[in-house]
């Protein structure tokens, strides 16, 4: 990832690599997003600092200059190989609400950070989805421990996206995970997130792919976690320092994936 500070801020740019043509206001639903068996090809670009929160209705953004740096495959991947445990937490003897769609590798846990003090080996973290004509949700989270997979679902489901998404759209949303690591080791995490959504901006945005017609989307997501760990003497929580995201998207119709994406963490 290619991240640039500047005042205690972070801000990451991803682009799509495909083209489209047609500059009018859209409204975006659950065909634009990606599906189990999709894979897209995103670009990560120096940031720039200014531009990407001015919005508003037929708004042009010009984000041309950005220099494509790095490329990386995101796979929607299919739950007929998930392991079976992950299956009667996230597959078809799960309960309806957390039967998901897809499957992605994830970051939001620092599974490196896990390794250096685990009596075990984890080896990758997968978040899992649930897309349907209303609404896109996180349904919770799998970690593949020594070669098995631990599923940990939602105790509150998370909603990413409410569809159709259009113009002064405003969303809110809480997810809650609890993550044991029980038997494996004596330790715990318990992610907390407030989302709003808001669309707060329609026209075209150029990059060095071309000009699109795009809905701007900004996810203001506050997330407070804790962590319960015995390691070093007795078993206690600790809470997390607070952190304050925003996220700033650019979606096309049929793209799968924001056009654009800019990402500010605090």
């Known amino acids: 990832m290619i991240y640039l500070s500047k005042f205690n801020f972070f801000s990451r740019i991803l682009l799509v690599l495909t083209p489209f043509y047609s500059f009018v206001q859209i409204t975006l639903d659950s065909t634009d997003f990606a599906s189990s068996g999709d894979t897209v090809r995103i670009s990560e670009a120096s940031p720039v600092l200014t531009g990407y929160d001015a919005t508003g209705a037929n708004y042009s953004w010009d984000f041309s200059s950005l220099i494509p740096e790095t490329q990386e495959l995101k796979s929607y991947l299919s739950m007929s190989t998930v392991p079976i445990l992950v299956n ?12 998901a769609s897809y499957h992605t590798e994830s970051t939001d846990i620092p599974v490196d950070a896990l390794n250096n003090f685990l009596p075990v080996n984890v080896e990758a973290l997968y978040a899992y989805s ?24 939602s105790d509150t489901i998370e909603t ?3 569809l159709p998404l259009q113009f002064n759209q405003i969303d809110s949303s809480v997810g809650y995970t609890n993550v044991d690591l029980n038997p494996f080791a004596d ?46 003497g007795t078993g206690s929580w600790t809470a997390l320092p607070e952190l304050y995201i ?3 998207e650019w ?8 056009i654009l994406k800019v990402v500010v963490n605090e």
Do not use: C
Not at 88 to 99: I, K, L, M, T
Not at 130 to 153: A, E, R, T, W
């Open 130 to 153: 649930k897309i349907s004509d209303s609404s896109i949700n996180s349904l919770g989270y799998s970690l593949m421990v020594d070669g098995q997979g631990v599923p940990f679902s």
């Open 246 to 248: 925003v996220e700033y």
């Open 88 to 99: 009667f937490s996230f597959g078809a003897f799960a309960s309806s609400e957390y039967q």
């Open 160 to 162: 990413k996206y409410s």
């Open 251 to 258: 979606w096309s119709k049929g793209e799968k994936y924001p």
């Open 187 to 232: 330790l715990k995490f318990i992610q907390h997130r407030n989302r709003t959504t808001e669309v707060d901006g329609w026209g075209t945005i150029t990059t060095p792919y071309g000009t699109f017609s795009a809905l701007r989307i900004k996810h203001e997501i506050i997330e407070i976690d804790s962590l319960y760990q015995t390691f070093s």
